[in-house]
């Protein structure tokens, strides 16, 4: 939680500061209300002098408007540091999410990436607005109401010296056995996140395979899992509060005993012993609020843990140092192969068996190279390695004559294009999504490239043309028309290399010959008109 305050917090600083200030004024108020309550019992009450009761009356209605106006400038303080670091952590989160390589975003888990970005940011966020409001009021208000009233009585002061250890050890036993079950939640959560997405990206497959029931009965049982654990925690802290406001209750009834006592022989009066129960529930009260406040800042502290694990990710994968490569020339190209593997291995983390192992290839310039294979085989994998999206443990990947680990990735990824086996779009427009590789790209290159992949024609069928409307995933397209225009996708900002990885498994026969004839008119025409020639490689 501390390195989060130090990363996020240093622009909300003057808030942070702020607002336990105004909280401060607040207590200050709160601790002088009951020596103002045991005047106007002593002066007023006692002594049946109205104007007394209605002077503190006046004086207690004002302190509770000031008091109530610096409440409310902390409570802004409050928000505005709460949902400004919440903000700032998503981005940066979401951010350096988008930095990390395959192999990063293997090891996470989208689902566990999802609930940290929304769950786990919302308990720091949480923490964080407690923090401001209430870190400084409960423990500075314990301590004031306790050193107030042993300055009342000494005598009386002994019951706080007993009931306040007591309460500690209550909260201690509480905490000690809580704390575990926190970090449970939160992997659970995890769990929970990751059989919703199974379940609703694959609704489909789920009731083609009447799989409903089996879905559900999976969802129940990780839902009851996680509840049992919450109920767990909740039944162990639960026992704070009954036990501590029993505690707080039988110090009140000793005050009382004792301080009535003491009235009656006149050591005491009755304004003060009234002023010393009001310091006496102030004080524990306080310390149910810290223990309270504890709990959600044991939560924080978990999720805290889990955001820094992504944020102190360092990405495998990065350009940093790398210059531009200088692409061939038309004129000079036959000694630059397009594609060079030598001796290229890649293993799904250490000790594993290699998926690509000691592969070694070449393609020339405008050529095609087919990878034909299994399922499971590492077809997916070796293609992946041109584009960078992963780093060959043994040997090298060469494009364009440079190893790829000395490319800069924009430039790398731009020169090679790559449509993946799961044709993905996101929501917005046809032309959003056609135009992610060159934002700049005319409506002429954009339908130069539907031409390319086959769709132009349910394109121009649309009324909107290149702003019909994508749904979430493209579910309102075929998965033939998905693919088609992934593959319009990479063909849009004129790459060097297309890698298709099994992208055209939705198309007919038809289609796909269409598909492959345009790719290969579109290499030989940039070589005619003095460019470089499309090299493809097509995973089947």
Same mark, same amino acid.
């Given at each position: 939680?501390?390195?989060?305050?130090?990363?996020?917090?240093?622009?909300?600083?003057?808030?942070?500061?702020?607002?336990?200030?105004?909280?401060?004024?607040?207590?200050?108020?709160?601790?002088?209300?009951?020596?103002?309550?045991?005047?106007?019992?002593?002066?007023?009450?006692?002594?049946?002098?109205?104007?007394?009761?209605?002077?503190?009356?006046?004086?207690?209605? #004002?302190?509770?408007?000031?008091?109530?106006?610096?409440?409310?400038?902390?409570?802004?303080?409050?928000?505005?540091?709460?949902?400004?670091?919440?903000?700032?952590?998503?981005?940066?989160?979401?951010?350096?999410?988008?930095?990390?390589?395959?192999?990063?975003?293997?090891?996470?888990?989208?689902?566990?990436?999802?609930?940290?970005?929304?769950?786990?940011?919302?308990?720091?966020?949480?923490?964080?607005?407690?923090?401001?409001?209430?870190?400084?009021?409960?423990?500075?208000?314990?301590?004031?109401?306790?050193?107030?009233?042993? #300055?009342?009585?000494?005598?009386?002061?002994?019951?706080?010296?007993?009931?306040?250890?007591?309460?500690?050890?209550?909260?201690?036993?509480?905490? %000690?056995?809580?704390?575990?079950?926190?970090?449970?939640?939160?992997?659970?959560?995890?769990?929970?996140?990751?059989?919703?997405?199974?379940?609703?990206?694959?609704?489909?497959?789920?009731?083609?395979?009447?799989?409903?029931?089996?879905? /559900?009965?999976?969802?129940?049982?990780?839902?009851?899992?996680?509840?049992?654990?919450?109920?767990?925690?909740?039944?162990?802290?639960?026992?704070?509060?009954?036990?501590?406001?029993?505690?707080?209750?039988?110090?009140?009834?000793?005050?009382?005993?004792?301080?009535?006592?003491?009235?009656?022989?006149?050591?005491?009066?009755?304004?003060?012993?009234?002023?010393?129960?009001?310091?006496?529930?102030?004080?524990?009260?306080?310390?149910?609020?810290?223990?309270?406040?504890?709990?959600?800042?044991?939560?924080?502290?978990?999720?805290?843990?889990?955001?820094?694990?992504?944020?102190?990710?360092?990405?495998?994968?990065?350009?940093?140092?790398?210059?531009?490569?200088?692409?061939?020339?038309?004129?000079?190209? %036959?000694?630059?192969?397009?594609?060079?593997?030598?001796?290229?291995?890649?293993?799904?983390?250490?000790?594993?068996?290699?998926?690509?192992?000691?592969?070694?290839?070449?393609?020339?310039?405008?050529?095609?190279?087919?990878?034909?294979?299994?399922?499971?085989?590492?077809?997916?994998?070796?293609?992946?390695?041109?584009? /960078?999206?992963?780093? %060959?443990?043994?040997?090298?990947?060469?494009?364009?004559?440079?190893?790829?680990?000395?490319?800069?990735?924009?430039?790398?990824?731009?020169?090679?294009?790559?449509?993946?086996?799961?044709?993905?779009?996101?929501?917005?427009?046809?032309?959003?999504?056609?135009?992610?590789?060159?934002?700049?790209?005319?409506?002429?290159?954009?339908?130069?490239?539907?031409?390319?992949?086959?769709?132009?024609?349910?394109?121009?069928?649309?009324?909107?043309?290149?702003?019909?409307?994508?749904?979430?995933?493209?579910?309102?397209?075929?998965?033939?028309?998905?693919?088609?225009?992934?593959?319009?996708?990479?063909?849009?900002?004129?790459?060097?290399?297309?890698?298709?990885?099994?992208?055209?498994?939705?198309?007919?026969?038809?289609?796909?010959?269409?598909? /492959?004839? #345009?790719?290969?008119?579109?290499?030989?025409?940039?070589?005619?008109?003095?460019?470089?020639?499309?090299?493809?490689?097509?995973?089947?």
């Amino acid at each position: 939680m501390i390195e989060l305050l130090r990363r996020f917090g240093g622009k909300f600083r003057r808030y942070m500061v702020i607002g336990p200030a105004c909280k401060l004024i607040e207590v200050i108020f709160d601790l002088l209300t009951p020596l103002v309550i045991a005047q106007m019992i002593d002066k007023g009450i006692g002594a049946h002098d109205v104007n007394a009761v209605i002077h503190y009356g006046m004086v207690l209605a #004002a302190m509770a408007v000031i008091g109530i106006s610096f409440t409310l400038v902390c409570q802004k303080m409050a928000a505005l540091t709460s949902q400004g670091m919440g903000t700032d952590i998503r981005g940066a989160l979401y951010q350096h999410i988008n930095k990390l390589s395959y192999a990063e975003l293997d090891r996470f888990g989208t689902p566990s990436l999802i609930t940290r970005i929304t769950n786990d940011v919302n308990q720091v966020q949480l923490a964080v607005a407690l923090g401001v409001r209430m870190l400084i009021r409960w423990p500075f208000l314990a301590v004031g109401s306790m050193c107030a009233a042993l #300055a009342i009585d000494l005598k009386l002061g002994m019951i706080f010296l007993i009931c306040t250890p007591a309460i500690g050890l209550v909260f201690w036993f509480v905490m %000690a056995r809580c704390i575990p079950y926190y970090k449970q939640l939160q992997a659970k959560l995890d769990r929970i996140a990751l059989i919703c997405r199974e379940g609703l990206s694959g609704a489909r497959v789920v009731r083609a395979f009447v799989r409903e029931d089996h879905e /559900r009965e999976r969802f129940a049982q990780a839902a009851d899992d996680q509840a049992n654990t919450a109920i767990a925690v909740g039944k162990l802290s639960s026992i704070l509060n009954p036990v501590t406001f029993l505690v707080m209750n039988l110090g009140v009834c000793a005050i009382l005993w004792v301080g009535g006592i003491q009235v009656n022989v006149g050591e005491l009066t009755q304004g003060q012993v009234m002023a010393f129960v009001n310091y006496m529930t102030q004080t524990l009260t306080s310390i149910v609020y810290v223990a309270n406040l504890v709990v959600v800042f044991t939560k924080a502290s978990a999720s805290a843990s889990r955001l820094n694990e992504v944020l102190n990710c360092v990405p495998s994968i990065t350009d940093e140092g790398n210059q531009p490569v200088a692409l061939p020339k038309p004129g000079n190209v %036959a000694p630059v192969p397009a594609l060079s593997l030598s001796h290229a291995s890649f293993s799904f983390g250490a000790g594993a068996a290699n998926a690509v192992n000691d592969v070694t290839l070449e393609l020339p310039l405008g050529k095609t190279l087919g990878i034909i294979g299994g399922t499971g085989s590492g077809k997916s994998t070796l293609v992946s390695l041109i584009p /960078r999206l992963y780093d %060959a443990g043994t040997g090298s990947v060469s494009v364009m004559g440079a190893d790829v680990r000395t490319w800069l990735l924009d430039q790398l990824r731009h020169v090679v294009a790559t449509v993946p086996q799961r044709a993905s779009l996101v929501s917005g427009t046809i032309r959003s999504n056609l135009t992610w590789r060159d934002e700049a790209a005319t409506d002429e290159e954009l339908w130069a490239a539907l031409d390319m992949a086959q769709a132009s024609e349910f394109v121009r069928n649309k009324p909107q043309g290149l702003d019909a409307p994508v749904e979430a995933g493209g579910k309102n397209f075929s998965g033939g028309q998905r693919q088609r225009l992934t593959i319009a996708r990479a063909l849009v900002g004129s790459p060097q290399v297309l890698i298709m990885d099994d992208s055209a498994s939705a198309l007919d026969f038809k289609t796909d010959a269409a598909l /492959r004839h #345009a790719i290969r008119e579109r290499s030989v025409r940039g070589a005619a008109e003095g460019g470089l020639p499309l090299t493809t490689v097509i995973v089947s």
